[in-house]
């Protein structure tokens, strides 16, 4: 199983971007999906996720600027990202719950560089 982010780049503040992450491999289902993301020298925090029958949960930092999306029949999971702040500059993450054989497990993608520029 692989998960592969993409839609990184550079980009000024106020600009948007849209992230996009694929799962390939044997997967039987999909669970929660979500985004986080690492600044140099913070922990790993929680950006946005979403799950079959729940609201998507978004973190205050990105409330009404960032929105989750997702296409499980493309095991797809988006991050639209608007009104870009410096402060947003991060290595984005995308992370799932997959069901390969009887439980699912967490799987993270590699990792993609959102840098806003002020």
């Known amino acids: 199983v692989q998960l592969q982010a993409s839609g990184g780049g550079l980009v000024q503040a106020g600009g948007s971007l849209r992230l996009s992450c694929v799962a390939s491999?044997?997967?039987?289902?999909?669970?929660?999906m979500a985004w986080y993301r690492q600044a140099p020298g913070s922990q790993r925090e929680l950006v946005a996720s979403?799950?079959?029958?729940?609201?998507?949960n978004y973190a205050d930092s990105v409330r009404d600027r960032f929105a989750i999306s997702r296409d499980i029949a493309k095991n797809t999971v988006y991050l639209q990202m608007g009104g870009l702040k410096p402060e947003d500059t991060a290595v984005y993450y995308c992370n799932m719950k997959l069901l390969i054989t009887t439980d699912y497990d967490t799987y993270w993608g590699q990792g993609t560089l959102v840098t806003v520029s002020s």
């Open positions: 979403i799950h079959s029958g729940r609201d998507p």
């Open positions: 491999g044997n997967i039987r289902s999909i669970g929660r």
